[in-house]
């Protein structure tokens, strides 16, 4: 990859938090992996965030690389994209530490996620689950990235990232480029099986709401059998129809369908026909997926080589940032 291009930048990452969801998947990974093809793109794990939730520390290791094999079995390449480890650059650490203080205490307090995660871990709420978006706005600024391809989840924290930029550029004169966020039209919120209101995720205690990339084509089949969906029969999309408008979305992406032909192809029938083909298709999706994560998993060197590379080639596009931080803010130069 050459150091510097003309194309736009991608920043993205995921949390090494668990394992990863069709949600994931869905809403961002894949996505990655067709952005990079047109963009200069960055994808990172992001371990420093990952313990703002408290983390068993082999499990952690395990998931962060299990994080990397999982990007590479979707389709990004290391030598298009850079993949790397966030807590491999410290300076994600340092800029957060800047923005910190460019960044108000009742603005983080108005993030949901703050507010979701601090009332599901009330045992632990602590300063970095707070600063958690500040973190993040450091992650996306460093890279001078225009594009963040995110779930809609994390709408919330690109738009804070936008007001610290501002911030920071109006006090110090343009200092960061303006990210904007990438939603998918489909996709952007895939919601969990069992509570359709609710967004599919890897840390629900009831494992039939989510689907694993690395579930087994049986445990698929069952949990989408097993969807929760609604009285009326219709396979439409409509409101009070949430679990039947989740599975037609899904079955849109694996198959490469628009939500409007999935409805026309199963007008007439019913759910007892519907859900064991959406099961069918994601088990074909995730099947490559799958195997390819297994296989990785075997080649620790392999991993090892791509996470080193990726470091080293985004601490070099770090720093010129950073130092450009550091001497607006006023610090001396080393
Ligand atoms: P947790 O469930 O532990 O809170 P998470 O899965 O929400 O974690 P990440 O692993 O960091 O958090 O998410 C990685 C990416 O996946 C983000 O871009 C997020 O928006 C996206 N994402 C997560 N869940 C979904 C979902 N249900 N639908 C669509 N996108 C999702
Ligand atoms: N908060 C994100 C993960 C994340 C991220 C980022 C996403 C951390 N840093 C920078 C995009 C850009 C989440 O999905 N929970």
């Known amino acids: 990859m050459s150091e510097t291009t003309d194309k736009k930048r991608i920043f993205s990452g995921v949390q ?8 994931n998947y869905l809403g961002a990974i894949r996505n990655f992996a067709m952005l990079q093809e047109e963009y200069e793109c960055l994808y990172c794990v992001v371990d420093l965030h990952a313990i703002t939730v ?6 952690l290791r395990r998931q962060t690389l299990e994080v990397l094999a999982q990007y590479l079995a979707c389709g ?18 340092e800029l957060a530490w800047i923005l910190n203080c460019y960044s108000m205490f009742g ?14 871990h009330s045992d632990n709420v602590n300063a970095g689950l707070f600063d958690y978006p500040v973190l993040m706005a450091a992650d996306i600024l460093l890279y001078q990235t225009d594009l963040v391809p995110v779930g809609v989840d994390q709408l919330q924290h690109i738009e804070l990232t936008r007001n610290i930029a501002q911030r920071f550029n109006g006090i110090y004169s343009e200092t960061f480029t303006m990210p904007e966020p990438y939603i998918p039209k489909t996709g952007a919120k895939i919601m969990s099986l069992q509570d359709p209101t609710r ?40 409101e009070g129809k949430e679990g039947i408008s989740n599975l037609i979305a899904i079955y849109a992406l694996a198959t490469g369908k628009t939500p409007e032909e999935v409805e026309a192809e199963f007008a ?6 519907f859900k064991p083909a959406v099961g069918e298709a994601v088990v074909e999706m995730l099947r490559p997926i799958r195997e390819k994560t297994e296989d990785l998993l075997r080649n620790k060197d392999y991993l090892q080589q791509v996470y080193t590379e990726g470091a080293q080639r985004a601490s070099y ?18």
């Open 76 to 93: 990004l390449d290391p030598e298009k994209s850079t993949l790397f480890i966030q807590s491999h650059v410290p300076a994600h650490a």
């Open 268 to 273: 007439g029938k019913g759910y007892a026909e």
């Open 317 to 334: 596009m770090a720093r010129k940032t950073l130092d450009k931080v550091y001497r607006k803010v006023g610090f001396i130069k080393r």
């Open 54 to 59: 408290r983390q068993n520390p082999a499990d």
């Open 16 to 23: 090494p938090s668990g394992k990863l969801t069709l949600g």
């Open 199 to 238: 967004k599919m995720s890897k840390s629900d205690e009831n494992a039939n709401g989510f689907i694993l990339l690395m579930d087994k084509p049986e445990d698929i089949m069952r949990k989408f059998k097993r969807a929760v969906t609604d009285s009326d029969g219709r396979i439409v999309r409509g």
């Open 107 to 120: 603005e983080l307090s108005r993030m949901t996620q703050f507010k979701d995660k601090s009332s599901k």
